[in-house]
């Protein structure tokens, strides 16, 4: 890599380095695998560096075929146990948030690795269907309907998440 293109990597790696952690925080769940994810996606792209139009996407895009490969990899085999839900608690107890942030991590699990992309994708990452479905190699019908299936899935699995975004004032 020439100095130019070493410095353009490095002003990147600056501008969107945090962006880009939580993403793959988001897709993993845990800070150190979200750390392992990035620099395995960060060091894909340095090969490419010079002929890439788009470092962040094709980035992001690095980062979800390869969690999809490591989940697909680890639930192969595996037996799923699924624990019944807590109360309901008062919304506006500390408590409550947190219990709701562990039922919704829990109800993230239960997803499959591609549901749970294209959440991350479309409601973190704030992407439209069409560039999700071109990351992910799927037609936008695919993404449409995978996103359908994991809020329905998400909402039966938390329904606390519907109580507290209308109490909130929020539409269910």
Same mark, same amino acid.
């Given at each position: 890599?020439?100095?130019?293109?070493?410095?353009?990597?490095?002003?990147?790696?600056?501008?969107?380095?945090?962006?880009?952690?939580? !993403?793959?925080?988001? *897709?993993?769940?845990?800070? $150190? &695998? =979200?750390?392992? #994810? %990035?620099?395995?996606?960060?060091?894909?792209?340095?090969?490419?560096?010079?002929?890439?139009?788009?470092?962040?996407?094709?980035?992001?895009?690095?980062?979800?075929?390869?969690?999809?490969?490591?989940?697909?990899?680890?639930?192969?085999?595996?037996?799923?146990?699924?624990?019944?839900?807590?109360?309901?608690?008062?919304?506006?107890?500390?408590? !409550?948030?947190?219990? *709701?942030?562990?039922?919704? $991590? &829990? =109800?993230?699990? #239960? %997803?499959?690795?591609?549901?749970?992309?294209?959440?991350?994708?479309?409601?973190?990452?704030?992407?439209?269907?069409?560039?999700?479905?071109?990351?992910?190699?799927?037609?936008?019908?695919?993404?449409?309907?995978?996103?359908?299936?994991?809020?329905?899935?998400?909402?039966?699995?938390?329904?606390?998440?519907?109580?507290?975004?209308?109490?909130?004032?929020?539409?269910?």
């Amino acid at each position: 890599m020439d100095a130019q293109a070493e410095d353009e990597y490095r002003q990147f790696l600056a501008a969107r380095s945090t962006a880009l952690y939580r !993403a793959a925080f988001l *897709l993993t769940g845990q800070r $150190e &695998a =979200a750390e392992d #994810l %990035l620099q395995t996606a960060l060091v894909k792209t340095i090969g490419r560096w010079k002929r890439l139009d788009q470092p962040e996407a094709y980035v992001r895009k690095v980062m979800y075929h390869h969690q999809i490969s490591k989940w697909r990899l680890r639930s192969w085999g595996k037996v799923r146990s699924s624990a019944d839900l807590p109360e309901i608690a008062d919304a506006g107890d500390a408590f !409550a948030r947190a219990d *709701l942030r562990l039922s919704l $991590e &829990a =109800a993230l699990r #239960l %997803l499959s690795p591609g549901q749970r992309a294209v959440l991350v994708m479309r409601f973190f990452d704030d992407l439209p269907e069409s560039e999700v479905a071109a990351i992910l190699g799927v037609s936008v019908g695919t993404v449409r309907t995978q996103c359908h299936r994991a809020l329905r899935r998400l909402r039966e699995r938390c329904p606390e998440l519907t109580t507290s975004n209308t109490a909130e004032g929020a539409p269910s």
